[in-house]
């Protein structure tokens, strides 16, 4: 399974909805996932430089349509900054990503919100690979298990989130969020997917909130 699949399990609640904590900010980090992806496939590269660049290095496709059609968004965006890539709507992989997960049956489609209104949920139909994620994850936090780059991708991206403990409040073995901040710090440290991918959602973000909260400075500076 790809990390944004198993991403998207994280910020999903059994009932379909995206969980809370990530509710505004689950695109940076599902377009950060499968691009981290597409680098561990050998499609794309990611630049060691302050600000990395992502690069395209192979067309040639995967067989896999998640990945095959976010290579394709991607072209006229080769070059672009990671940071700038994981703000983008266009590269969301949220409509394949929930394809994909229905059609291995680890999720089904629901009905829409109240009154018909919002996106169709698509809650948890079979709660076994999530379970095993979870226990994978618990085992790298307490030291029992090596983490594999799809681990610190992960563990990056929730925590540039601001959203580790939230999700992975059991699996951290009672740890305070302060606790797990460093923990999941001491792991993905050194590892250049961990850190291109957690400044990359990290600024995203920041970017993000100074737009949000520019107009409404604006506007108490005028009255």
């Known amino acids: ?8 399990m994280l910020l999903l609640r059994p009932d379909g909805r995206t969980e809370s904590a990530v509710s505004v900010n689950r695109l940076y980090g599902e377009v950060a996932a499968v691009i981290v992806d597409l680098a561990l496939h050998g499609r794309v590269t990611v630049s060691d430089e302050k600000n990395p660049v992502v690069e395209i290095v192979s067309m040639e496709p995967t067989g896999n349509p998640i990945l095959d059609t976010t290579l394709q968004r991607l072209v006229p965006l080769r070059g672009k900054r990671l940071q700038s890539l994981v703000a983008r709507p266009k590269l969301d992989p949220l409509e394949i ?22 996106s169709a949920r698509t809650p948890e139909s079979d709660p076994g690979p999530e379970h095993l994620l979870r226990s994978r994850l618990a085992a790298v936090l307490a030291g029992t298990a090596a983490p594999t780059q799809a681990d610190l991708a992960l563990l990056s991206i929730l925590q540039n ?30 590892s250049a997917a961990g850190d291109a991918v957690a400044k990359a959602v990290h600024d995203a973000i920041a970017a993000a909130m100074v ?10 500076t005028i009255t």
């Open 1 to 8: 399974m790809l990390i944004v699949e198993e991403l998207h």
């Open 97 to 118: 990503v929930v394809e994909s997960l229905v059609m291995q049956g680890v999720l089904v489609r629901g009905e829409r919100g109240f009154f018909g209104w919002g």
């Open 161 to 190: 989130l601001d959203a580790a403990h939230a999700i992975l409040r059991e699996e951290s073995g009672g740890l305070s969020s302060r606790e797990l901040k460093k923990r999941i710090t001491e792991l993905t440290a050194g």
């Open 211 to 220: 737009a949000i909260m520019t107009p409404t400075i604006v506007a108490a």
